[in-house]
């Protein structure tokens, strides 16, 4: 029940301290330049302005004020041709909503011209040029927004991106090390049936880190901050996207283990060369962390850097007929982990 009208974390204090700062300038400016009603439409139009990214503020700026306009339009002229009776109502929204649905505006701009249109009918259509001051009024209520929200700290989500990018390598490095181990160590089918579970969630992680980077791309649109922040922006989904494919073939050995296992694959020679460069692709994946955690624009760097690991051809005994499936899916998979390190972006 909660989680319907509770959000999963706080919106930023700043954000809140923007939205009160806009609204409370836009109802005062407009009132001294808007002479007439309260500014209700200046206040409501800086309010929804402010957004969590400069982008998403332009958009909404342009939406509210071409929702305003359509809606204020609709209602000034039927209540001038129909009058301001209790049936006018009724006409406005449906007329309202047929005009949004017929030019295509998003569900945003949709709302925004009923409820415009509504305001209209109730606050004074009739009063002599009431359409045209509620228009003025709402586009220098979206201009406050925007010029607030731009002049105090523009929004730039780069730090959740950072830490979700972090996490994701984190978790590819632990769970190729975990991987590595379970080569060389005998396990229990509970045992590999976990080792699955963790790998699973893997996916998780690169599903939302690649969220975080696409928030923090959005977050730079427009903004004139974003020069600084481009290059490791750059880095961070350069290694997201590395990572991501590691991720699967990471999740396949460790479903091939699971499927094929028996205690004579830790004798096999080959394995305990697969857990080595497991373990190598594991240290390779945290220096590639490493970077990310100093903001380091190099992480779109191949994330390979020494030239003793992962760059010598394996070889590898011919394993036993009972386990020849199983190895050559672990080599194949471990060949395209090398690939994808090794990559130049």
């Known amino acids: 029940m909660t989680s319907a009208i509770r959000a999963s974390r706080r919106t930023p204090l700043l954000q809140v301290a923007k939205s009160a700062i806009a609204t409370i300038a836009a109802w005062f400016v407009a009132g001294w330049l808007v ?21 998403q503020s332009y ?74 001051d509620r228009v003025i009024e709402t586009i220098i209520g979206a201009a406050i927004g925007v010029i607030v929200h731009v002049a105090i700290v523009p929004p730039v989500t780069l730090a959740p991106a950072r830490r979700a990018v972090a996490d994701l390598a984190e978790e590819l490095a632990a769970s190729l090390d975990r ?21 699973r969630r893997m996916r998780d992680a690169r599903d939302e880190a690649a969220a975080a980077i696409a928030d923090a791309r959005e977050s730079l649109t427009l903004n004139p901050r974003a020069r600084r922040h481009r290059d490791e922006l750059a880095g961070l989904s350069a290694l997201v996207d590395r990572l991501g494919p590691i991720v699967t073939q990471s999740v396949g050995m460790t479903r091939a283990l699971d499927d094929r ?7 096999e020679p ?6 080595d460069q497991l ?16 903001g380091d624009a190099a992480a779109s760097e191949p994330v390979v850097d020494e030239p003793p690991a992962l760059t ?23 060949r395209r982990i090398h690939g994808a390190l090794r990559e130049t972006g």
């Open 270 to 275: 080959a394995v305990g060369a697969i857990g």
């Open 312 to 334: 010598a051809p394996l070889q590898t005994p011919a394993p036993s007929p009972d386990h020849w499936v199983l190895i050559g899916a672990l080599l194949e998979d471990l």
């Open 35 to 55: 002479p007439g009603p309260p500014p209700v439409f200046a206040a409501i139009a800086a309010l929804l302005v402010v957004q969590p990214s400069l982008n």
């Open 261 to 267: 296992y028996d205690v004579g694959v830790c004798e």
């Open 59 to 132: 958009l909404k700026a342009i939406e509210r004020s071409v929702g305003v306009v359509v809606g204020v339009v609709v209602a000034s002229v039927l209540a001038m041709l129909l009058g301001e009776t209790a049936g006018v109502v009724a006409v406005v929204i449906v007329i309202a909503l047929v005009i949004a649905w017929a030019l295509r505006m998003t569900s945003g701009t949709a709302n925004q011209v009923v409820i415009s249109a509504l305001l209209v009918l109730a606050l004074g259509a009739a009063t002599p040029n009431y359409a045209f």
């Open 179 to 199: 991987l590595a181990d379970a080569l060389t160590t005998p396990r229990s089918a509970a045992e590999l049936d976990e080792l699955l579970e963790d790998a």
């Open 279 to 294: 373990h190598r692709a594991a240290g390779a994946v945290r220096r590639g962390l490493a970077r990310v955690r100093a």
